[in-house]
């Protein structure tokens, strides 16, 4: 057997809960070791919010919040 590591990916994890129109949404932002952003997460009551329709409003309006508010969220 034989192995070569070809890449190491360091990611951080962001958790918040996040109010939108009488809601509470748990979100979850991947950033990379540069604080560049990977990927989002955001559920309601256990379920993942999917891109489309009134779910894909809530999911944009959350993650241009969350991306304009940012330095000041995660100091």
């Known amino acids: 057997m034989k192995a070569n ?3 190491i990916a360091n990611s951080t994890r962001h958790n918040f809960q996040v109010e939108h129109e ?3 949404y ?3 932002i991947w950033t990379d070791e ?3 952003f ?3 997460e ?3 009551e256990g379920h993942e919010l999917d891109g489309e ?3 894909g409003e809530v999911r944009e309006a959350i993650t241009d919040y969350l991306a304009n508010n940012w ?3 995660v100091k």
């Open 42 to 44: 955001i559920e309601w």
């Open 26 to 28: 748990d979100v979850v």
């Open 5 to 7: 590591c070809i890449s």
């Open 38 to 40: 990977m990927d989002e």
């Open 71 to 73: 330095d000041d969220l």
């Open 53 to 55: 329709g009134k779910e």
């Open 34 to 36: 540069k604080g560049k």
């Open 22 to 24: 009488g809601y509470i």
